[in-house]
Antibody, heavy 116, light 108 residues
Framework: QVKLLQSGAELVKPGASVKLSCKTS????????MSWLKQVPGPSIEWIGW????????NYNQKFKGKATLTVDKSSSTAYMDLSSLTSEDAAVYFC?????????WGQGVMVTVSS | DIQMTQTPSSMPASLGERVTISCRAS??????LNWYQQKPDGTIKPLIY???NLQSGVPSRFSGSGSGTDYSLTISSLEPEDFAMYYC??????????FGGGTKLELK
């Protein structure tokens, strides 16, 4: 069955970067689109962007350009998201999900805490 | 960006009750509207895509409807596992895709 397993919770210092992972199984990763989303208390969900695992092509929400960088490793069927220059505004739960417009499978989410 | 307004933000309801959650877009979205359920443990599951199509495995008590700017999710008879958060999401024309603020369905 389809699984998206995200890495564990992160505690990072302001100004630092963090790389989140999303290891997939149960489907053909190399021809799939993977998206990343951000959830903050409120509650509110924001779409960050998607990446096509086949060629690494990406599409970002303008709001997250320069903040998030999406990559994939086809050999391990894993999607990654780098978040840079972290501030308190970046503290959230981040999800990976399969799909580009409709997200049919989601990871369990990973909490990122930004604190010195 | 297209703004999605969900109402109500919270809804107390009883087992067996019929409930409807509304979602209004700031402009017409041509039925490009999905619904998701988030359980208290944080897991998110898709329910409905393109306004009214049930995702595989979703019980038939869930249904979606709407057009233009106004959409709704209806649960015909609440089961214990339906008490959760619900979100609408639009994907009309070009990104960014946007979500509603969520509706918390609570046991009355």
């Amino acid at each position: 069955q389809v699984k998206l397993l995200q890495s564990g919770a992160e505690l990072v210092k302001p100004g630092a970067s963090v790389k989140l992972s999303c290891k997939t199984s149960g489907f053909t990763f190399s021809t799939s689109y993977m998206s990343w989303l951000k959830q903050v208390p409120g509650p509110s969900i924001e779409w960050i962007g998607w990446i096509y695992a086949g060629d690494g092509g990406t599409n970002y929400n303008q709001k997250f350009k320069g903040k998030a960088t999406l990559t994939v490793d086809k050999s391990s069927s894993t999607a990654y998201m780098d978040l840079s220059s972290l501030t308190s505004e970046d503290a959230a739960v981040y999800f990976c999900a399969r799909g580009v417009t409709t997200f049919d499978y989601w990871g369990q989410g990973v909490m990122v805490t930004v604190s010195s | 960006d297209i703004q999605m307004t969900q109402t109500p933000s919270s809804m107390p309801a009883s087992l067996g009750e019929r409930v409807t959650i509304s979602c209004r877009a700031s402009q017409g979205i041509s039925n490009y509207l999905n619904w998701y359920q988030q359980k208290p443990d944080g897991t998110i599951k898709p329910l409905i895509y393109y306004t009214s199509n049930l995702q595989s495995g979703v019980p038939s008590r869930f249904s979606g409807s709407g057009s233009g700017t106004d959409y709704s999710l209806t649960i015909s008879s609440l089961e214990p596992e339906d008490f959760a958060m619900y979100y609408c999401q639009q994907y009309d024309s070009s990104p960014p895709w946007t979500f509603g603020g969520g509706t918390k369905l609570e046991l009355k």
